[in-house]
């Protein structure tokens, strides 16, 4: 149900003036809950005149503010209600557009939102920093049974330094992959888990040096069953 149909009778000014308190309490910028809230700032500027969030975009708000949904749409009850309580401890990690090729290679690139998803903070930051960690969907067979096609899996993109055995999300050219990675002069080859995938060559030399990217290491796969 939409947030301005179950709470129609709220008043619109004041959960503007309380998201505006918490924002503020929290110290966060409107560009900061923008981020993680998954919108642009110029919502989040909405929202803070008066605009009310629909459906998913009110459960973020209330993720990223830490704070009950009745409080914030209706003023009911008190922002340390027991929706706050299910918030904390928890970090919502975007999940973008961009398909990870466990194959020959994903031309799917794009960096847009679509969803967050909800993991423990104290889980991501034994891993790596939460702020640098995106979800991607896989697309192909070559890294099964290990990863097999349609899995997620979790990326920290501030780990881009190569280890010998770990498993990086890479790109080359406009394409992108999950591969693990020997580095060698002048050139990269990515490796496959299928046998039925031999290792890829890429030559790094010359106009080619810049196409290479490592854009970051492999932390975390998850699977959806239908």
């Not at 910028?29 to 919502?43: F, I, K, W």
């Not at 794009?110 to 969803?115: E, G, L």
Request: charged share 25%; with cysteine.
């Amino acid at each position: 149900m939409e947030a301005k149909n179950r709470f129609s009778f709220i008043s619109t000014q004041g959960f503007a003036d309380r998201l505006r308190r918490r924002r503020l309490a929290l110290g966060l910028r409107q560009q900061d809950l923008a981020a993680q809230v998954g919108v642009s700032l110029t919502t989040i500027q909405q929202y803070e005149n008066g605009q009310l969030p629909k459906g998913e975009f009110a459960v973020r708000l209330g993720a990223a503010l830490r704070c009950s949904l009745d409080w914030l749409l209706a003023g009911q009850g008190n922002v340390e209600g027991a929706l706050q309580e299910q918030w904390a401890g928890l970090v919502m990690v975007p999940m973008v557009e961009a398909r990870l090729s466990a194959g020959t290679g994903s031309f799917e690139t794009s960096a847009d939102v679509v969803r967050h998803y909800a993991f423990r903070e104290d889980f991501l930051r034994r891993k790596g920093s939460p702020s640098h960690m995106a979800l991607l969907r896989v697309s192909g067979d070559s890294m099964e049974p290990e990863i097999m096609d349609n899995d997620i899996v979790l990326i920290d993109q501030g780990k881009r330094d190569v280890t010998p055995g770990r498993l990086y999300a890479v790109g080359f050219d406009e394409a992108i992959y999950l591969k693990r990675i020997d580095i060698l002069p002048g050139k990269v080859i990515l490796k496959s888990t299928n046998a039925a995938y031999p290792p890829v060559e890429l030559d790094t030399r010359g106009d080619c040096e810049d196409a290479f990217r490592v854009i970051g290491r492999v932390l975390w796969c998850g699977r959806e069953y239908k």
